[in-house]
């Protein structure tokens, strides 16, 4: 998938050439390859910056997620184990930005083993949280809406199930494109880490990825999701205002994120084409896209008790966990920020 991701530099530099060429047609000698500063070839300096900017958030971010799972909850719980798997896709992909934010302030400078291993983690950290977030709104919806799941261990066993073909697709998916990334020296002698395939083939390569990976999980997030939402409003659940906000925060984020750089992928991939201007609407998407690994993090500080549990653990004070009475009347936990998109009323209760 890293065509998807260097596609822009690609284009790019398809765009230099093509300048380059123009009015040579009556020309029989040879031709002179006129070579753009480091910053053109490689992206921009604006690109790199957003690129460190969203790996601090998300580190930060998925590192106290991460934290407060291990120090304070249970990971048996169904719900953190998804929250945990998610955190760690979005930490997987977020690793590989600031490597490739220095190749947009100059060039590929960290060897070929990296160039396919980094190819690799961005395709297993995007693909496998966009599954995630789809395996976790789909245990939602099974419990709110068909009241499946009644015994716990089978919820469990389905979970952990379903986390690790998840992993097993993404690493799997990956090996393509680990196989055909690699570091190169250009024309102008840039070293660039780009995969190597036929046009055609990367074409049909998008449509799939984006079918698979896109359309498929947002088809899905919004039906479940407008279900969930159905039982809550009517519901008496006080809280379900709040719930609502959260529910919409949820979908809003996945559709803002993600569609633009879907769209554009789509349309760049159709039209073949160098345009500078569409090569910046797609740079603009691709940041927009990736800020989405930032956003889980945020939309669990809704709730108070994760609140508190972050401030505890930063200011490195103890704190006991929930007793038995707290955990059956529904306490807001890191988890039961999921919890609360389906609990309509005080008499469901997932554990």
């Given at each position: ?334 988890s039961n920020v999921i919890e609360k998109v389906i609990a309509t009323n005080e008499n469901i209760q997932l554990t």
């Amino acid at each position: 998938m890293m065509h998807d991701v260097l596609i822009g530099i690609s284009s790019m530099n398809d765009f230099q050439e093509n300048e380059t060429y123009n009015d040579t047609s009556d020309y029989n000698g040879s031709l002179v390859f006129l070579c753009e500063d480091e910053n053109q070839h490689s992206g921009s300096t604006a690109t790199a910056f957003c690129f460190i900017v969203i790996f601090c958030l998300s580190f930060a971010g998925n590192t106290v997620v991460l934290c407060v799972l291990a120090r304070y909850e249970k990971l048996k719980r169904v719900t953190n184990l998804f929250v945990l798997n998610l955190a760690m896709s979005d930490l997987i992909f977020s690793m590989s930005l600031p490597f490739w934010s220095t190749y947009h302030f100059s060039q590929w400078v960290f060897g070929d083993f990296l160039c396919k291993l980094l190819s690799g983690a961005y395709f297993i950290g995007f693909c496998s949280s966009m599954m995630f977030l789809t395996a976790m709104t789909v245990d939602r919806y099974m419990i709110m809406v068909h009241n499946q799941f009644p015994l716990l261990k089978k919820r469990r066993l389905c979970a952990q199930v379903t986390c690790v073909a998840i992993w097993i697709i993404s690493v799997s998916s990956s090996i393509k494109e680990m196989v055909i990334s690699s570091a190169k020296t250009d024309k102008c002698d840039y070293i660039t880490c780009e995969s190597s395939t036929d046009p055609w083939m990367d074409k049909i390569s998008n449509y799939i990825l984006t079918l698979i990976f896109f359309l498929v999980p947002l088809t899905i997030i919004i039906y479940c999701y407008c279900r969930i939402l159905k039982i809550v409003i009517s519901s008496k659940n006080k809280n379900k205002h709040k719930t609502i906000i959260l529910i919409f925060c949820i979908v809003v984020a996945f559709f803002v994120c993600l569609t633009p750089y879907n769209v554009v992928l789509v349309t760049m991939s159709e039209l073949q084409s160098s345009s500078s201007k569409l090569y910046h609407i797609f740079i603009f998407c691709r940041i927009l896209a990736y800020f989405h690994c930032c956003l889980n993090p945020f939309l669990y500080a809704f709730t108070e008790k994760f609140r508190a549990q972050v401030s505890r653990l930063l200011c490195c004070a103890p704190l006991q966990r929930r007793s038995i009475s707290s955990r059956l009347s529904g306490a807001h936990s890191i988890s039961n920020v999921i919890e609360k998109v389906i609990a309509t009323n005080e008499n469901i209760q997932l554990t």
